[in-house]
Nanobody, 115 residues
Framework: QVRLVESGGGLVQAGGSLRLSCVGS????????MEWYRQTPGKQRDVVAT???????NYTRSVEGRFTISRNNAWNRVYLQMTNLQPNDTAVYYC?????????WGQGTQVTVSS
């Protein structure tokens, strides 16, 4: 069974930093494309950052230059380093992968940025 578990969310002041972590199990992690999404109440879940099996990365424009996605295949982990956080970054952040033709999601971790 595929399982993704996020951690690292919390409350931070504007301009601060947080690092989210997601550990995966039940998959061959090193071949999986991993993604971070975020969602605010009443809105759809949007992709924030993607990292391929080869390490290629992609970011939504609003976080470019502030967020960095990385992975550690030995530990089955993907990270999202977030810097210069702003109140509009407040959301529940989810780890996601597509494996065996299905989308698999973690339970989410809340990030709250105060002004």
């Amino acid at each position: 069974q595929v399982r993704l578990v996020e951690s690292g969310g919390g409350l931070v002041q504007a301009g601060g930093s947080l690092r989210l972590s997601c550990v995966g199990s039940g998959i061959n992690f090193k071949i999986a494309t991993m993604e971070w999404y975020r969602q605010t109440p009443g809105k759809q879940r949007d992709v924030v950052a993607t990292i391929s099996a080869s390490g290629a990365t992609n970011y939504t424009r609003s976080v470019e230059g502030r967020f960095t996605i990385s992975r550690n295949n030995a530990w089955n982990r993907v990270y999202l380093q977030m810097t210069n956080l702003q109140p509009n970054d407040t959301a529940v952040y989810y780890c996601k992968t597509r494996y065996w033709s299905n989308d698999w999601w973690g339970q989410g971790t809340q990030v709250t940025v105060s002004s």
